[in-house]
T-cell receptor, first 109, second 111 residues
Framework: AQRVTQPEKLLSVFKGAPVELKCNYSYSGSPELFWYVQYSRQRLQLLLR??SRESIKGFTADLNKGETSFHLKKPFAQEEDSAMYYCALSGYNTDKLIFGTGTRLQVFP | DVKVTQSSRYLVKRTGEKVFLECVQDMDHENMFWYRQDPGLGLRLIYFSYDVKMKEKGDIPEGYSVSREKKERFSLILESASTNQTSMYLCASIGSYNEQFFGPGTRLTVL
C-alpha cells in the first residue's frame, strides 16, 4: 500500500539548533517526493521536491531509496521556520498526492 | 502567481443542511482537488477532477459529492452535513512539475 509516515507530531528545538523532520514512505515503484509547509495563518505551499535537488530557505531533503526516506534537514533553525510540515508522495503517472500526518516544528528563541 | 480562492474562510451549518464549498483557480489548470485537513490525520483526498464534468473519488468520498461545470471552478457538496464533517477543507489545483497550489481553506463547523 502507498503510505507516507511522519513519526513525529511535534518537534521542538532552539534557534540555531539543527533540525531533521523525518519522512518514510511505502511505494512499489519510483515515487516523486515533496515537502509542503504551512505557516501560521497562511496557505499550504510547496517547500521543495526531490527532483529539483535544491535548497529552499536553508532546507534540504535527500531521497534515500534504500531506506525509503525523505527527511527534511536544516543545519541552523530559525524562529520563522516554525510551521506545520507535510511530506507527500506522488506515484508514477498520477497527479494525486498522498500526504503524511504532518510534523509541527516549534523553534524557540 | 497562481491564485486559488475559496468562497468562505469560516462556515457554520446545522446537521442535515446541504453545504456548498466553492473553489476557483485562475491559471487554467485542468486538475483540481478537494482535501480535508484534520489534526493528527494530515490531508486526506476527498475527490479530484481532471477535466470539466470529470471526477474521481479520492480516499474518503463518503458523504460528499462534487461538481465541475467550468474549468476554473470546482465545488464540494455535503448533501446532508453531519458533525463528523466538521473540518478544514482545502482546495488545490495542479500546475507544472506536479506542484499543487492550495486555497486558503474553509473551516466548516457542523452543529
Amino acid at each position: 500500500a502507498q503510505r507516507v509516515t511522519q513519526p513525529e507530531k511535534l518537534l521542538s528545538v532552539f534557534k540555531g539548533a539543527p533540525v531533521e523532520l523525518k519522512c518514510n514512505y511505502s511505494y512499489s515503484g519510483s515515487p516523486e517526493l515533496f515537502w509542503y509547509v504551512q505557516y501560521s495563518r497562511q496557505r499550504l505551499q510547496l517547500l521543495l521536491r526531490h527532483i529539483s535537488r535544491e535548497s529552499i530557505k536553508g532546507f534540504t531533503a535527500d531521497l534515500n531509496k534504500g531506506e525509503t526516506s525523505f527527511h527534511l534537514k536544516k543545519p541552523f533553525a530559525q524562529e520563522e521556520d516554525s510551521a506545520m510540515y507535510y511530506c507527500a508522495l506522488s506515484g508514477y503517472n498520477t497527479d494525486k498526492l498522498i500526504f503524511g500526518t504532518g510534523t509541527r516544528l516549534q523553534v524557540f528563541p | 502567481d497562481v491564485k486559488v480562492t475559496q468562497s468562505s474562510r469560516y462556515l457554520v451549518k446545522r446537521t442535515g443542511e446541504k453545504v456548498f464549498l466553492e473553489c476557483v483557480q485562475d491559471m487554467d489548470h485542468e486538475n483540481m482537488f478537494w482535501y480535508r485537513q484534520d489534526p493528527g490525520l494530515g490531508l486526506r483526498l476527498i475527490y479530484f477532477s481532471y477535466d470539466v464534468k470529470m471526477k474521481e473519488k479520492g480516499d474518503i468520498p463518503e458523504g460528499y459529492s462534487v461538481s465541475r461545470e467550468k474549468k476554473e471552478r470546482f465545488s464540494l457538496i455535503l448533501e446532508s452535513a453531519s458533525t463528523n464533517q466538521t473540518s478544514m477543507y482545502l482546495c488545490a489545483s495542479i500546475g507544472s512539475y506536479n506542484e499543487q497550489f492550495f486555497g486558503p481553506g474553509t473551516r466548516l463547523t457542523v452543529l
